[in-house]
C-alpha cells in the first residue's frame, strides 16, 4: 500500500511559479513510477509529467514541456512538480499517483494509488 498526500497549491499570477510536493508511506515508493495529473473544471484528467523509479526516466505533457520539472528523492519518499511561468490555462486539481508497474506509465488506468490532490489556481 502507498499513500499519497500532496501539498504546496495554492493562487499564484500568471507567470509564476509553484512547486508541488507529494509525500508518500510505504515502503514501496522507491520502486513505484510516479506520475502528476491535473483535471480542470469541464475537462477529463490528463497526466502532466511522470517519472520512473530511478528518476532517470521522464515524461511531460506538451503543454507543460520547458516549463514543468518533475524530480524525486526516494530517501524522503517526495516526489516535486516544479511549475514555472505559470498559465491561465493551468489552473486545475493536481493529483499524485504511483504505479507499481514497470517504465512507462503514461495511461491513467495504470496508476494504483492516488492522493487526494491540490488546487492550483493562476490568476491573471
Known amino acids: 500500500q502507498v499513500q499519497l498526500v500532496e501539498s504546496g497549491g495554492g493562487l499564484v499570477q500568471a507567470g509564476g511559479s509553484l512547486r508541488l510536493s507529494c509525500a508518500a508511506s510505504?515502503?514501496?515508493?522507491?520502486?513505484?513510477?510516479m506520475g502528476w495529473f491535473r483535471q480542470a473544471p469541464g475537462k477529463e484528467r490528463e497526466l502532466v509529467a511522470a517519472?520512473?523509479?530511478?528518476?532517470?526516466?521522464?515524461y511531460y505533457a506538451d503543454s507543460v514541456k520547458g516549463r514543468f520539472t518533475i524530480s524525486r528523492d526516494n530517501a524522503k519518499n517526495t516526489v516535486y512538480l516544479q511549475m514555472n511561468s505559470l498559465k491561465l490555462e493551468d489552473t486545475a486539481i493536481y493529483y499524485c499517483a504511483a504505479d507499481r508497474g514497470v517504465w512507462p506509465s503514461l495511461r491513467e488506468d495504470r496508476y494504483d494509488y492516488w492522493g487526494q490532490g491540490t488546487q492550483v489556481t493562476v490568476s491573471s
Open positions: 510505504g515502503r514501496t515508493f522507491s520502486s513505484c513510477t
Open positions: 517519472i520512473s523509479w530511478s528518476g532517470g526516466n521522464t
